[in-house]
């Protein structure tokens, strides 16, 4: 199955639901299900976002106590990646052409980076793995074994 790293937060942000566009600077032409994978790797970037307001309120409605260790090194949900589409303009209303110019608002705004050029990959239909995954992660989309994650798909619960 199709799999995607990410550092903590943004890893659980999707998971739980407050987060469904991913930026990257680079796009896939790949539609479908994909896990999302929490990274090992930390850095101060992380550790700012972490405490960003828009965290701490989307981990507030998620019922995840403030300061609470995140899982790294693991898959923690399953998507279907929908549409991955360039960011055409920013301003005070960023842009991108996700179904008719569909405009990013906070807290979306403040969980990626929508610069133009970048690409936004819109996920959808976000189910929360109830344990998550010990696994390797890679850079760009990579594979994990259907056996690995094949009893927690069939027990995730809707973000």
């Not at 976002?49 to 260790?69: C, E, K, S």
Request: hydrophobic share 40%.
């Amino acid at each position: 199955m199709k799999c995607l790293s990410l550092y903590q937060p943004w890893a659980t942000l999707i998971a739980i639901g407050a987060k469904s566009i991913e930026t990257r600077s680079w796009s896939t032409r790949y539609r479908g299900p994909i896990l999302i994978h929490a990274a090992k790797r930390w850095d101060r970037s992380c550790s700012l976002m972490l405490f960003h307001p828009d965290t701490l309120q989307a981990w507030n409605t998620a019922g995840i106590p403030q300061g609470q260790r995140t899982p790294v090194g693991a898959v923690l949900a399953i998507a279907d990646l929908l549409d991955c589409v360039q960011v055409v303009d920013t301003g005070c209303l960023l842009v991108t052409k996700l179904a008719n110019e569909e405009r990013i608002y906070p807290p979306e705004e403040s969980f990626g980076n929508y610069t133009p050029g970048r690409w936004a990959w819109k996920l959808a239909n976000i189910r929360r793995f109830k344990t998550p995954i010990p696994c390797v992660g890679h850079q760009r989309i990579f594979n994990v074994p259907d056996e690995l994650v094949a009893d927690q798909i069939r027990q995730a619960v809707p973000a």
